[in-house]
């Protein structure tokens, strides 16, 4: 079948393109408020949203529709192998959902943010410099892989003629009909927003704890207005 023969399906569903967008979202806020202490809380609870998408995309990947699904696009070495080839000969056949090298990148993030949590986590509570020095390292590759993801999505999308960002928007791809899924499950994704966004408020009406940090990212108006209030009462003293 001819790439001009195939028509918009759909492809993802609502589920699958929330997850995406929201994990591509706390990452960036995570990893753009690492270094800050007055914006900890942010890093922490960003960190925390992203282990609950990880669990989600793990338990939808089972459950989910047909191109969700892990059984659809996980392959082995060998077709990932012919997949990069092919694209080199430009003899790649379209391919609809994931492609093999894509699936890559997909269970690369999913290990690599649960390495990057669970590192954090555990030096929060008091490990050693060694998790520190991980979660850092996990993060910018992290990054790295992120990066190779985005420029392999232009790249296919080049070799298509096919916009896949979009797709991930608007959930159609250019496929055949017995290729498509039949419902969006726009319940879930909207279950799945509001579970985010309760957690989210939750988070900012009593912000998590910095262990390491001292918690002075949360208690920093306390200490100010102590150091204020003492110099007050030295003021007092020297004027007795």
């Known amino acids: 079948t001819t790439l001009e023969s195939k028509t918009e399906i759909l492809v993802w569903d609502a589920p699958t393109r929330l997850f995406h967008w929201l994990l591509a979202v706390c990452f960036s806020g995570a990893y753009l408020t690492a270094e800050s202490d007055r914006l900890m809380a942010i890093h922490l609870t960003l960190g925390y949203t992203m282990v609950g998408l990880v669990a989600f995309r793990v338990v939808w990947g089972v459950i989910g529709t047909r191109h969700a699904r892990f059984t659809s696009f996980l392959r082995g070495p060998a077709a990932v192998a012919r997949y990069v080839s092919q694209h080199f000969s430009a003899q790649a056949e379209h391919s609809v959902g994931h492609n093999p090298l894509g699936a890559v990148s997909i269970v690369l993030m999913l290990l690599m943010t649960l390495a990057i949590v669970v590192s954090g986590w555990v030096y929060d509570t008091g490990g050693s410099h060694l998790l520190k020095e991980f979660h850092e390292g996990a993060a ?25 960002v979009r797709s991930m928007f608007n959930g159609y791809q250019r496929g055949r009909a017995e290729q498509a899924i039949r419902w969006t499950w726009w319940p879930v994704a909207v279950v799945m927003l509001a579970a985010v966004l309760g957690y989210w408020f939750l988070q900012w009406q009593n912000p998590p704890v910095d262990n390491m940090a001292g918690d002075n990212f949360q208690n920093q108006n306390f200490y100010e207005n102590l150091g204020k209030n003492a110099g007050h009462r030295n ?6």
């Not at 910018?140 to 896949?164: C, D, I, K, T, Y």
């Open 235 to 240: 003021n007092e003293d020297e004027d007795d």
């Open 140 to 164: 910018a590759f992290m990054l790295a892989v992120v990066g190779v993801h985005v420029a392999g999505v232009m790249f296919a999308s080049l070799l298509q003629r096919e916009n896949l």
